[in-house]
């Protein structure tokens, strides 16, 4: 019998064989789209803010300063890279979350046996908009309190050998809470309703959690890995009978 913490591993492999199929690929072209043009616009601004204001400040330097132009290119460079890294995972959750939602929908169908789920309408996708943003906003709500807590921690001497490995396990719980969400609020099932059932699945949870904060650290391959994510996640929902929890859950409360 395989162990439950590895079960996350292979959710998340059978998760990107899934999004390469004919019928879902869509959803994962949408969304890496728009992340990509909105991304190189931003870096094409900057860029061209950037040399404008060198241009503006070399006049004014002494010649012997000169060299600073070719040192200011290299550290903008940089910035920018490590500016994008850092804040790529997060925007592209946030401009992707109704595709994500419509991605688990689909994911769902397929994988319960039903391939005939209708064509793309924009309607439906404009109509998930505000509870999918709403939902990323209640996940930015549960991560901040729990994250400062933990910035606090790590300053705090000797008690702050601790901070680390805490910060490890927070960021995998995270990430099974990122994209186990979508086919729980698919599903009606509320946010804390959501949490206990992640709870009763802890290690299957931290497994799931685990591999996908592994995979979305690489740059380049965490854009494919994001909807892999979300189908992975919804094979965890599918065959860990998440559904039948929501099932019993009274009322939809998020």
């Given at each position: 019998?395989?162990?439950?913490?590895?079960?996350?591993?292979?959710?998340?492999?059978?998760?990107?064989?899934?999004?390469?199929?004919?019928?879902?690929?869509?959803?994962?072209?949408?969304?890496?789209?728009?992340?990509?043009?909105?991304?190189?616009?931003?870096?094409?601004?900057?860029?061209?803010?950037?040399?404008?204001?060198?241009?503006?400040?070399?006049?004014?330097?002494?010649?012997?300063?000169?060299?600073?132009?070719?040192?200011?290119?290299?550290?903008?460079?940089?910035l920018l890279v490590l500016m994008v890294f850092?804040?790529?995972?997060?925007?592209?959750?946030?401009?992707?979350?109704?595709?994500?939602?419509?991605?688990?929908?689909?994911?769902?169908?397929?994988?319960?046996?039903?391939?005939?789920?209708?064509?793309?309408?924009?309607?439906?996708?404009?109509?998930?908009?505000?509870?999918?943003l709403g939902r990323e906003m209640r996940k930015?709500?549960?991560?901040?309190?729990?994250?400062?807590?933990?910035?606090?921690?790590?300053?705090?001497?000797?008690?702050?050998?601790?901070?680390?490995?805490?910060?490890?396990?927070?960021?995998?719980?995270?990430?099974?809470i990122q994209y186990i969400d979508y086919p729980?609020?698919?599903?009606?099932?509320?946010?804390?309703?959501?949490?206990?059932?992640?709870?009763?699945?802890?290690?299957?949870?931290?497994?799931?959690?685990?591999?996908?904060?592994?995979?979305?650290?690489?740059?380049?391959?965490?854009?494919?890995?994001?909807?892999?994510?979300?189908?992975?996640?919804?094979?965890?929902?599918?065959?860990?009978?998440?559904?039948?929890?929501?099932?019993?859950?009274?009322?939809?409360?998020?």
């Amino acid at each position: 019998m395989q162990a439950p913490v590895l079960s996350g591993p292979q959710y998340l492999r059978e998760g990107l064989k899934l999004i390469l199929s004919p019928g879902l690929r869509l959803f994962v072209l949408l969304p890496l789209t728009i992340n990509l043009l909105l991304f190189g616009g931003l870096i094409y601004f900057a860029g061209h803010q950037f040399s404008q204001w060198l241009d503006a400040l070399v006049p004014t330097l002494p010649s012997w300063l000169s060299f600073l132009t070719y040192i200011l290119w290299p550290l903008f460079v940089v910035l920018l890279v490590l500016m994008v890294f850092f804040t790529f995972t997060l925007v592209a959750n946030i401009i992707a979350a109704p595709f994500n939602g419509f991605l688990a929908e689909k994911v769902e169908v397929v994988v319960r046996g039903d391939d005939h789920f209708p064509a793309f309408s924009w309607a439906e996708l404009l109509a998930m908009i505000p509870r999918t943003l709403g939902r990323e906003m209640r996940k930015l709500g549960y991560f901040l309190p729990r994250a400062t807590g933990l910035f606090i921690l790590s300053l705090i001497p000797v008690v702050n050998v601790v901070a680390a490995p805490l910060w490890l396990i927070f960021g995998v719980w995270m990430m099974a809470i990122q994209y186990i969400d979508y086919p729980a609020d698919n599903n009606k099932m509320s946010w804390q309703d959501m949490l206990a059932w992640l709870r009763e699945k802890r290690w299957q949870s931290l497994g799931f959690g685990g591999v996908t904060y592994l995979a979305l650290l690489i740059p380049g391959v965490n854009v494919v890995m994001m909807p892999a994510a979300v189908a992975g996640a919804t094979l965890f929902w599918v065959r860990e009978n998440g559904n039948a929890r929501a099932v019993n859950t009274p009322a939809h409360r998020a």
